[in-house]
């Protein structure tokens, strides 16, 4: 008999529920050319629409980008983005003026209620400035319509209450949720500090 049924490396992926990667799916916006995308080279579209299950901020160096806030973004792809792994939780970063369209938008949804039971589409909007142009991103917002779309709601409610760790090891960032304004401030303190350390050093060489 066959033991290729049992032949398993990688789990399964469940069929009717959200699925959580070991590591996370990782999207990135690409402020230099307006895009998102997966990795160094693969480029998606210029909007993505998903359903937004946790937020949180954090502080540090990600990338080329050093000693900035940043909100870190855990979401679920709606059903009707093709460019990404249906039902899958996946994971981007906001930084600088990203952050401040999002926080402005959520700010504007939240009297009328919870802006995570409906769906977020975040696309690029072109900027100019002294370096040339570069993009930000913009998110709009619009209730849930079809069946599918109600229904995968319910599925991201009963996977969240099963309290997943969702955790990316792959950043070396300080998470300031909670922390009071003194508590960031001395962080931002020693970070630059450090920097210029960093670049003493550098220059003494």
């Given at each position: 008999m066959s033991n290729l049924s049992q032949f398993k490396v990688f789990g399964s992926r469940p069929q009717?529920?959200?699925?959580?990667?070991?590591?996370?799916?990782?999207?990135?916006?690409?402020?230099?050319?307006?895009?998102?995308?997966?990795?160094e080279?693969?480029?998606l579209g210029k909007e993505i629409e998903i359903s937004i299950i946790?937020?949180?901020?954090?502080?540090?160096?990600?990338?080329?980008?050093?000693?900035?806030?940043?909100?870190?973004l855990w979401f679920v792809p709606a059903p009707r983005c093709a460019d990404l792994p249906k039902n899958t939780v996946c994971l981007t970063y906001l930084k600088k003026r990203s952050i401040a369209q999002f926080s402005q938008?959520?700010?504007?949804?939240?009297?009328?209620?919870?802006?995570?039971l409906g769906l977020f589409k975040g696309?690029?909007?072109k900027h100019s400035g002294d370096k040339g142009d570069y993009y930000s991103v913009a998110w709009d917002w619009r209730e849930r319509e079809t069946d599918e779309e109600?229904?995968?709601?319910?599925?991201?409610?009963?996977?969240?209450?099963?309290?997943?760790?969702?955790?990316?090891?792959?950043?070396?960032l300080i998470p300031i949720d909670g922390l009071s304004p003194d508590e960031i401030e001395l962080i931002m303190s020693s970070a630059k500090a450090q920097e210029l350390e960093n670049s003493a050093l550098i220059s003494g060489r």
């Open positions: 009717h529920s959200i699925f959580l990667p070991q590591v996370p799916y990782n999207l990135r916006n690409d402020c230099k050319v307006g895009r998102w995308k997966v990795g080279e693969e480029y946790k937020v949180s901020q954090f502080f540090g160096t990600l990338g080329k980008t050093a000693n900035s806030f940043w909100l870190q938008k959520v700010t504007e949804l939240m009297e009328s209620g919870e802006p995570a696309s690029f909007v109600i229904s995968q709601l319910e599925q991201v409610a009963d996977f969240m209450a099963a309290t997943p760790k969702l955790v990316d090891l792959s950043v070396n």
